[in-house]
């Protein structure tokens, strides 16, 4: 019976000592506000400001080898050289590098957006394609931008 005191004791010691031991550690951050929403705060509302803030930042012309890469074989004469083709895809990579990582995707619809303009159902759908394929072609940081495009029938 003294055994089972003394280990109940000291068991109880054991317990006593690890709970008074315990501490709990608050940590704070403070962030300090940029006007760059972080990628969780990218709500509709968010992201509807964001585009106006990109759209403000990147003239169209700084995007206009985007805009004939876009069009190019589409709406041009039908011998286009492919070299041209080529230097468009790469003077278009060049003006997406310029352009800050958090608005690359806004400036590939903004130029998708003027592009589909000129052209009819089945050029939508070819630019539409170009216009996706370009963060992957061009090696951009962004892997993947969800274009958005009027309904095609």
Do not use: W
Request: hydrophobic share 35%.
């Amino acid at each position: 019976m003294a055994k089972l005191a003394l280990f109940a004791l000291t068991l109880t010691a054991i317990v006593a000592f690890s709970v008074s031991a315990y501490r709990t550690t608050i940590i704070t951050t403070t962030i300090e506000d940029n006007g760059v929403l972080p990628p969780m705060l990218d709500s509709p509302d968010n992201r509807r400001g964001s585009q106006e803030q990109c759209r403000r930042q990147i003239p169209m012309e700084q995007l206009n080898h985007c805009e004939m890469h876009l069009a190019e074989g589409i709406v041009s004469d039908e011998m286009v050289v492919m070299k041209e083709q080529q230097q468009h895809l790469q003077q278009c990579c060049s003006q997406l590098k310029r352009v800050s990582e958090q608005c690359q995707c806004d400036a590939i619809q903004q130029v998708y957006d003027v592009a589909r303009q000129q052209g009819g159902v089945m050029e939508m759908r070819q630019m539409l394609t170009k216009a996706q394929r370009l963060p992957a072609d061009c090696g951009l940081e962004v892997q993947d931008c969800p274009l958005v495009s009027p309904r095609v029938v």
